[in-house]
């Protein structure tokens, strides 16, 4: 029996206790929750439907809740309900109702853990939008893995997701970037407020290649050359390294697009409608002030010129055009200042800020190596690459750890604990139970161990206590899977995992599931290893909504 097919025994229940007593059963909640006790003593699920109901109906949640117990107790796979405090329900499932859920979730494989909880939600997703001046830096891959898994995450609790990076091909600092590969092409230094390291001379190179008479141009004219097919090969750079990285967008938008397609004017157009524009000093105004903001802001310069935030809000609008309701951008820790003329900017456009815009705040990342932060990328010269961080400790180590800690946290990733083979690197852990299930699995099958049919496994064989504790925690993911995805929290899905992980370690060390030498094959091994591959089954999905692999071997 699921959490969720519990949860509805015990709605079930107390539509009957109020239809008894002559209550309206409209009081009862559209669903209900159960939960796991801290203490394991308390019983395998607890429930507090009885406080909640109490005032609503008129009865004191003891009473409410020592009826509920009565009705529940006579609930096929209960094997007892006891009351505690004020009305807390503690409910203990008989062996064969816990059991069936390994089936449950073998027969489900990578369904196991999805739900509708945010079906209808159309959310569009925006993260990494690194400029396209330099290698994505390591504060750019935190993420690009958290934004990755975070959209895994929301399809799978049902929403509707488009993922986007917002490719910044105008604006200053592209020409910056023209006119630092120009002068490394020229053999000179770097413009003063321009860009330098290796990748700079590597990428003027290539355009020398492709354009050779590129020097012999006038300096405003070779400029450009850089401009246009040095932004094309960086950006080609920046998707490819993503891509290796296991990411990949759905759309990739092109600032540019908004000057050239007029959605800027059309943006300021919609904010004159709503009369929030004013001119003052020759330029055009957005007064946020009326929203919250520290200060009014600038649209369009004196000069005629648009600032950044007049793109920012025409890029909102065109997202909101585009059918999402929730624009979800994932921002750096120095960007925190944006949240206020943002979710100003919503409101002028006559949206909810609170319902439609949504920003999250990532913190600093550092690389740690022999205990000291490393500073500098060989190649880009400045900041640590995400190249660097593939290098130093791979693919999966380093999508793990950047998912594993809550985002707003600073992190340090330590290259020798991320590439040690021992249970404290948190990937190995987990990793390792997804080998060593598949091992157990190929074991049996060598032994002539086969699971057989549902009809012919006994999940109430599985009554060891080290079996119900990997049970339960094997019942928690979906509700992990929902709330991970509903509080934007990626990081719940990896410190599950390294539960259930240690779970079934203590379930692998006390149950035997393979027999020995000649011993007979039993129903109780059969019954085991439906459990085996049920945690095989999680851990796998689990791993796969953070796009990490779960191999078959270590």
């Given at each position: 029996?699921?959490?969720?097919?519990?949860?509805?025994?015990?709605?079930?229940?107390?539509?009957?206790?109020?239809?008894?007593?002559?209550?309206?059963?409209?009081?009862?909640?559209?669903?209900?929750?159960?939960?796991?006790?801290?203490?394991?003593?308390?019983?395998?699920?607890?429930?507090?439907?009885?406080?909640?109901?109490?005032?609503?109906?008129?009865?004191?949640?003891?009473?409410?809740?020592?009826?509920?117990?009565?009705?529940?107790?006579?609930?096929?796979?209960?094997?007892?309900?006891?009351?505690?405090?004020?009305?807390?329900?503690?409910?203990?499932?008989?062996?064969?109702?816990?059991?069936?859920?390994?089936?449950?979730?073998?027969?489900?494989?990578?369904?196991?853990?999805?739900?509708?909880?945010?079906?209808?939600?159309?959310?569009?997703?925006?993260?990494?939008?690194?400029?396209?001046?330099?290698?994505?830096?390591?504060?750019?891959?935190r993420?690009?893995?958290?934004?990755?898994?975070?959209?895994?995450?929301?399809?799978?609790?049902?929403?509707?997701v488009?993922?986007?990076?917002?490719?910044?091909?105008?604006?200053?600092?592209?020409?910056?970037?023209?006119?630092?590969?120009?002068?490394?092409?020229?053999?000179?230094?770097?413009?003063?407020?321009?860009?330098?390291?290796?990748?700079?001379?590597?990428?003027?190179?290539?355009?020398?290649?492709?354009r050779?008479?590129?020097?012999?141009?006038?300096?405003?004219?070779?400029?450009?050359?850089?401009?246009?097919?040095?932004?094309?090969?960086?950006?080609d750079e920046?998707?490819?390294?993503?891509?290796?990285?296991?990411?990949?967008?759905?759309?990739?938008?092109?600032?540019?697009?908004?000057?050239d397609?007029?959605?800027?004017?059309?943006?300021?157009?919609?904010?004159?409608?709503?009369?929030?524009?004013?001119?003052?000093?020759?330029?055009?105004?957005l007064?946020?002030?009326?929203?919250?903001?520290?200060?009014?802001?600038?649209?369009?310069?004196?000069?005629?010129?648009?600032t950044?935030?007049?793109?920012?809000?025409?890029?909102?609008?065109?997202?909101?055009?585009?059918?999402?309701?929730?624009?979800?951008?994932?921002?750096?820790?120095?960007?925190?200042?944006?949240?206020?003329?943002?979710?100003?900017?919503?409101?002028?456009?006559?949206?909810?800020?609170?319902?439609?815009?949504?920003?999250?705040?990532?913190?600093?990342?550092?690389?740690?190596?022999?205990g000291?932060?490393?500073?500098?990328?060989?190649?880009?010269?400045?900041?640590?690459?995400?190249?660097?961080?593939?290098?130093a400790?791979?693919?999966?180590?380093?999508?793990?750890?950047?998912?594993?800690?809550?985002?707003?946290?600073?992190?340090?990733?330590?290259?020798?604990?991320?590439?040690?083979?021992?249970?404290?690197?948190?990937?190995?852990?987990?990793?390792?139970?997804?080998?060593?299930?598949?091992?157990?699995?190929?074991?049996?099958?060598?032994?002539?161990?086969?699971?057989?049919?549902?009809?012919?496994?006994?999940?109430?064989?599985?009554?060891?206590?080290?079996?119900?504790?990997?049970?339960?925690?094997?019942?928690?993911?979906?509700?992990?899977?929902?709330?991970?995805?509903?509080?934007?929290?990626?990081?719940?899905?990896?410190?599950?995992?390294?539960?259930?992980?240690?779970?079934?370690?203590?379930?692998?060390?006390?149950?035997?599931?393979?027999?020995?030498?000649?011993?007979?094959?039993?129903?109780?091994?059969?019954?085991?290893?439906?459990?085996?591959?049920?945690?095989?089954?999680?851990?796998?999905?689990?791993?796969?909504?953070?796009?990490?692999?779960?191999p078959?071997?270590?």
């Amino acid at each position: 029996m699921t959490p969720a097919e519990l949860a509805e025994v015990v709605l079930s229940a107390a539509h009957a206790v109020l239809t008894e007593r002559g209550l309206d059963p409209a009081a009862l909640p559209a669903r209900t929750a159960v939960e796991r006790p801290r203490n394991p003593e308390h019983g395998d699920y607890a429930s507090t439907l009885a406080l909640q109901l109490s005032k609503k109906v008129g009865v004191p949640p003891r009473e409410l809740a020592t009826a509920l117990a009565e009705q529940l107790g006579r609930a096929r796979g209960i094997k007892s309900v006891e009351i505690a405090g004020p009305g807390f329900l503690n409910i203990r499932l008989d062996a064969a109702a816990a059991g069936q859920l390994a089936r449950v979730i073998v027969e489900a494989g990578p369904e196991y853990g999805r739900s509708d909880r945010l079906a209808g939600e159309k959310i569009n997703l925006e993260f990494v939008s690194a400029n396209p001046t330099g290698p994505v830096h390591i504060g750019g891959v935190r993420w690009a893995a958290v934004g990755d898994a975070l959209s895994r995450l929301l399809r799978a609790a049902g929403a509707e997701v488009g993922t986007e990076y917002y490719f910044n091909d105008a604006g200053s600092q592209i020409d910056r970037f023209a006119r630092s590969l120009l002068a490394a092409a020229k053999g000179e230094p770097a413009p003063e407020d321009g860009y330098g390291g290796a990748y700079i001379a590597e990428i003027a190179d290539e355009v020398r290649n492709r354009r050779p008479d590129v020097l012999e141009l006038d300096d405003a004219a070779a400029e450009e050359v850089f401009r246009v097919e040095g932004v094309a090969l960086m950006f080609d750079e920046i998707r490819t390294s993503l891509r290796q990285f296991g990411v990949e967008f759905d759309t990739y938008f092109n600032e540019k697009d908004l000057h050239d397609q007029g959605e800027l004017e059309l943006a300021l157009n919609r904010l004159r409608e709503q009369g929030h524009l004013f001119e003052a000093e020759g330029a055009t105004w957005l007064r946020t002030t009326d929203f919250g903001d520290d200060k009014d802001r600038v649209l369009r310069k004196s000069n005629g010129e648009w600032t950044y935030f007049a793109a920012d809000c025409a890029y909102y609008l065109d997202k909101r055009e585009r059918g999402f309701e929730r624009v979800v951008i994932m921002l750096g820790a120095d960007h925190h200042g944006y949240i206020g003329r943002m979710k100003a900017m919503a409101a002028c456009f006559g949206d909810d800020p609170d319902r439609n815009l949504e920003i999250l705040i990532g913190q600093l990342v550092n690389l740690v190596r022999d205990g000291v932060p490393v500073r500098m990328s060989k190649r880009a010269g400045t900041v640590v690459t995400l190249e660097d961080l593939v290098d130093a400790i791979g693919v999966d180590a380093s999508r793990y750890a950047l998912a594993r800690y809550s985002s707003d946290s600073p992190i340090d990733i330590d290259v020798e604990r991320w590439t040690r083979a021992t249970r404290d690197n948190p990937v190995y852990y987990v990793q390792y139970v997804a080998a060593r299930t598949a091992s157990v699995g190929r074991n049996a099958a060598e032994t002539g161990l086969g699971r057989g049919d549902a009809d012919a496994f006994h999940p109430e064989l599985l009554d060891h206590e080290k079996e119900n504790e990997l049970l339960k925690a094997l019942a928690e993911f979906p509700a992990v899977v929902a709330s991970a995805a509903e509080l934007r929290e990626p990081h719940r899905v990896a410190r599950y995992l390294e539960d259930l992980s240690g779970a079934y370690h203590r379930f692998y060390d006390n149950c035997r599931i393979l027999p020995r030498g000649d011993e007979e094959v039993t129903d109780l091994h059969r019954a085991r290893l439906w459990l085996n591959d049920a945690t095989r089954t999680v851990i796998a999905n689990g791993l796969r909504l953070l796009g990490v692999s779960a191999p078959e071997r270590m």
